[in-house]
């Protein structure tokens, strides 16, 4: 009797399976932990990139808050940038003073001191408080409002010295006063403007020198009770001499004449100028011509 195998295709394609798995099995080993390897590789640098774009978006979100806050937070330059420009000082002279008839420097017993300034600001108001001080001595305080744009002469007339000074310092503690609305500056500037010296003339004899000044009003408003700074000049623009005087008014489209004696000889003026100090913004220092006070 003959035996027959009996055979079955599927076992027989599993057993070539398992022989092939055999053979194979380290290489399949290898080829699962590379690939595990290989993931855990990308995720950990996908991992690392996203943290690293998250660290560099906060710096550069960081950088540009700081740019655009930057020039609202700087306290210190944005004051720098709107904050006035100081008082201009050109010259300042000391001299003998009207009443003082010494021939010599030394001999002088009472002084002048002058200084011409000017408002660079076109919108700030200077409210100055001023003295001179020099070796030995100082002025009392003096004040003045000086508009935007403005040219004067701050001055302290008859102060007691020991021989006239050779040099002085001008000492200005500045009120700033913003100003907002053009429209408040027209009166005064236009009062200021208005003030001029029309004719002098300057006579010296004997150690004396008498000089007239005649100084109108061109501006349309009448000036209640100005102070007037009057400034004698040779011509290379020095100061040769400077008084004051108080008027009661000063009219507009009229003229006053103003006489003034120096008890020493004064030669070679050249010009003299006249500067208004008032009390710029009170109503009842101007008038229009026969309608009384002008308010604001």
Do not use: C
């Not at 660290?55 to 306290?75: C, G, H, W």
């Not at 002058?114 to 001179?132: E, L, Q, R």
């Not at 021989?163 to 009166?187: F, N, T, Y």
């Not at 100061?239 to 009229?254: F, H, N, R, Y």
């Amino acid at each position: 009797m003959v035996i027959q195998q009996y055979q079955d295709p599927s076992v027989n394609r599993w057993l070539k399976i398992g022989f092939w798995y055999q053979e194979h099995k380290m290489m399949l080993a290898k080829i699962l932990v590379g690939t595990l390897i290989s993931i855990n590789v990308l995720f950990w640098a996908y991992t690392f990139y996203g943290v690293s774009m998250i660290v560099i978006d906060v710096n550069n979100s960081e950088a540009r808050t700081e740019e655009l806050v930057a020039p609202l937070s700087d306290v210190l330059a944005v004051h720098t940038a709107t904050a006035p420009e100081p008082l201009a000082i050109r010259e300042l002279s000391v001299l003998s003073s009207a009443s003082d008839a010494a021939t010599t420097q030394a001999a002088v017993s009472r002084a002048d001191f002058v200084a011409a300034v000017k408002n660079t600001n076109h919108d700030w108001i200077m409210n100055i408080t001023y003295t001179f001080q020099w070796q030995g001595g100082e002025t009392m305080p003096e004040q003045w409002i000086l508009l935007p744009g403005e040219e004067t002469y701050l001055v302290a007339i008859g102060f007691p010295v020991s021989g006239l000074p050779s040099s002085a310092e001008l000492v200005a503690d500045i009120a700033w006063e913003r100003v907002k609305d053009q429209s408040i500056l027209v009166r005064p500037q236009d009062a200021l403007s208005g003030i001029s010296v029309q004719t002098f003339e300057s006579q010296s004899r004997s150690g004396i020198t008498d000089i007239s000044v005649v100084v109108g009003n061109a501006s349309r408003y009448t000036i209640v009770t100005p102070s007037l700074v009057l400034v004698a000049t040779y011509a290379n623009g020095e100061v040769a001499a400077v008084w004051t005087q108080k008027p009661d008014a000063i009219e507009s489209g009229s003229s006053i004449t103003i006489q003034r004696r120096f008890l020493h000889t004064i030669s070679g003026v050249h010009m003299v100028s006249a500067y208004l100090t008032i009390d710029a913004f009170n109503e009842s220092t101007y008038e229009l011509r026969g309608s009384g006070v002008t308010p604001f």
